[in-house]
């Protein structure tokens, strides 16, 4: 599940928060102020895709000496 940055319309602090994808942002409750005003904010979800791995398991550069 992905963490979003939430902002709370209330009291104007931040927070991350783990939401599911069938989680409403009304559903949000601020930690701070316990109001469910939060917003979420349009950054990257804090999921890691390393795109430059190594090159596929089955790539053409196969392996000599294999009989
Ligand atoms: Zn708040």
Same mark, same amino acid.
């Given at each position: 599940? *992905?963490? !979003?940055? !939430?902002?709370?319309?209330?009291?104007?602090?931040?927070?991350?928060?783990?939401?599911? !994808? #069938?989680?409403?942002?009304?559903?949000? =409750? @601020? *930690?701070?102020?316990?109001? =469910? =005003?939060?917003?979420?904010?349009? #950054?990257?979800?804090?999921?890691?895709?390393?795109?430059? #791995?190594?090159? *596929?398991?089955?790539? @053409?550069?196969?392996?000599?000496?294999?009989?």
């Amino acid at each position: 599940m *992905p963490v !979003y940055d !939430y902002k709370c319309e209330s009291c104007g602090n931040q927070f991350d928060e783990l939401v599911s !994808y #069938s989680t409403d942002d009304s559903e949000i =409750k @601020c *930690p701070y102020c316990n109001e =469910k =005003k939060s917003k979420r904010l349009l #950054s990257a979800p804090s999921i890691s895709t390393n795109g430059h #791995s190594a090159a *596929p398991a089955n790539s @053409c550069g196969a392996p000599s000496g294999f009989s």
